[in-house]
């Protein structure tokens, strides 16, 4: 990848957004790159709206100021339709992915995009992770939409790399870091784009 | 910051926020000693740090003290005593350190503490900027600053290496920037732990309070008597310390090969203008420096990395034939000629015989973002200023509203 790709994501608090960028971050960086993650940050409380960053790279990465305009969005709410300008920054050949039941084609004329050209993909994240791993918690499920959409990562990577890191942080729990990884592959076979 | 070469030091590449780098350099550190307060953006290192003392990875005691003031001051006692001991804080933390961080460096021993850079209330504010550490400027403590993770963590074994190092005997703090580095993650080539144990060796300072057999006195009066020759003694120590960071410096490139000095020069050998910049602002400026020589303009950066000891001789060499300098300072020094850096280096440079134009920009106070445009704002000034060959304003304020 000649480019430096950048992301940004849009969560309510405890939706893990933050914990998705620097999953996102440590899955590409096991594969070889130089990334970054951060979160913005202001008064954190639960349900408010919180974005956070990543920068992916084949070179090292020394830019330490906000990222203005990212080609990729994820977007874990669909809430923020109509609430907030996700789509800000985003350039004509960006990709907008969005947690919610409706299609692409259904979502695009409530988004008031600036360009056609930029696509627009859809996913149920918050139904796929109630069946995989028993609540709504849409960021795992998000990361694989995301990879799907826009090629950042190879998604074997991805779950080798989120299974290592979930194992460590839920030792006692195997059943959540299974759920999760299913949650990954579901999304990313499941997504829909136009 | 170098990649990964095959040295002896067993690297490995690891994605960790600046918080977790550093948290992993005190376990490998592994003092004897870390008394600590929680205050963000700082509270992980020593929240990640506690975790290692509570699984056993560390044998060091943990002192969960009840604020700053008695985390230094349960330092001063253990390191006194003959223990290495560690802190960290952030911002309003280290002012409530103050009294005691003279005390430390007054004392003479070599506390390593990292604090995580962040604005001074009030208004209230958690961000990134420097008037924390660079309101303890005077306070006797070696400052060590960080562009990213990776220097952060490698600062911190070389502060140790300094600190502790028998002509110098004096406190070390080693900065990263709030939020910016501190919770943003990155790729980190990490050491070996038996490079690092072998790299930082024994804590041996020359007397200690537990020697029964040369009992001696800690934190005496010293009245009209004698507290000017401490002072001076501890101004030499500091004058003393400046060789020791460059030796270090080199003894740590050869072990890992990554470069430090006084400070980085980055396309600064021919450059008619540049910026002088410490923290990770300096990684943005030098993108925009990059895209400045793709026009032709001749752009440079120096980014300082050690403010105590101040290098001035040095860094008079290093500027000498550039024609305009911009000074960045993350901090204020409200109605002086402008922030710390450029009263400092514009006082170095008056015994020149040909001096640089020099002016300030005070910027990212409380943690505003400073973007490549801004940074380019300063750099098209500096080419003004070069054809006017006049200075109109001492402190120029870069991204504040009018």
Known sequence: MAEMLEIRWHGRGGQGAKTAALLMAEAAAAAGKHIQAFPE??????????ASYNRISDEPIRLHCGVESPRYVAVLDATFVGT?????????????????????????????????????????ANGISQETIGRAIPNTPMMGALVKATGVLDLEELLEDTKQKLEKKFRNKPEIVEGNLEAIRRAYEEVQGE | MSEVKDTAANQERTALTGNEAMAEAMRQIEPDVVAAYPITPQTEIVQIFSTFVSDGLVKTEYVPVESEHSAMSACVGSAASGARSMTATSANGLALMWEILYIASGTRLPIVMPVVNRALSGPINIHCDHSDTMGARDSGWIQLFSENAQEAYDNMFQAVR?????DVLLPAMVTTDGFIISHGMEVVNTLDDRVV?????????????????????????????????????QAHAMMRAKPVVQEIAEE?????????????????????????????????????????????IKAGLLKLRVFRPFPYEELREAVKHVNVIGVMDRSDSF?????????????????????????????????????????????????????????????NYLGVRE
């Open chain 1, 84 to 124: 907030i300008d996700f789509t800000a920054g985003v350039p004509d050949d960006g990709v907008i992915v969005i947690n919610t039941t409706e299609s692409p084609a259904e979502m695009r004329p409530k988004l008031g995009l600036k360009s056609d050209s930029i696509r627009l993909y859809t996913v149920d």
């Open chain 1, 41 to 50: 940050y202001g008064p954190e409380r639960m349900g408010a709206p919180v």
């Open chain 2, 335 to 395: 109605a002086s000629i402008g922030g710390p850096v450029f009263s400092e280096l514009r006082a170095a440079m008056y015994d020149m015989d040909q001096r640089p134009l020099v002016t300030n920009y005070v910027y990212g106070l409380g943690g505003r973002d400073v973007d490549l445009h801004m940074i380019e704002s300063a750099f098209r000034e500096l080419l003004s200023i070069q054809d006017s060959g006049k200075v109109e304003q001492y402190v």
């Open chain 2, 252 to 296: 740590y490139e050869k072990l890992t090969g990554r470069k430090y000095g006084y400070f980085e020069e980055y396309r600064l050998e021919d450059a008619d203008v540049a910026v002088v910049v410490l923290g990770s602002t300096a990684g943005t400026a030098k993108v925009v420096v990059d895209d400045l020589r793709k026009e032709g």
């Open chain 2, 197 to 233: 144990r072998d790299f930082v060796g024994e804590y041996k300072i020359p007397r200690n309070l537990l020697d029964v057999d040369n009992p001696i006195t800690v934190g005496p009066l010293a009245l009209q008597d004698f507290y000017f020759e401490h002072k001076v003694e």
């Open chain 2, 162 to 166: 300094i600190a502790e190092h028998p």
